[in-house]
């Protein structure tokens, strides 16, 4: 997935705050009460829906952002 964003010099890299981003997700609308519904990855072509707090989230794209570091780096 990497080689094609760069083949296509897209970003990989945003200068959103991500605890900023993270709290936005209380506007979306599949918001169930203190909950995001988010869909998450779990094999190439396979994904599932979870549940989280914006906390959780936050911690979600932390650690995404983190293995994005040690493939870009």
Known sequence: V???IRDY????RT???LHELAMQAKADKKRHGDFIRV??????G???LKDVT???WEAILR???EK?????N
């Open 2 to 4: 990497l080689s094609v």
């Open 9 to 12: 010099k897209l970003p990989v």
């Open 15 to 17: 200068d959103f705050d």
């Open 39 to 44: 869909v998450l990855p779990k094999t190439i």
């Open 46 to 48: 396979e994904v599932y």
């Open 54 to 56: 914006c906390e959780e």
């Open 63 to 65: 650690d995404g952002m």
């Open 68 to 72: 994005l570091d040690s493939y870009v």
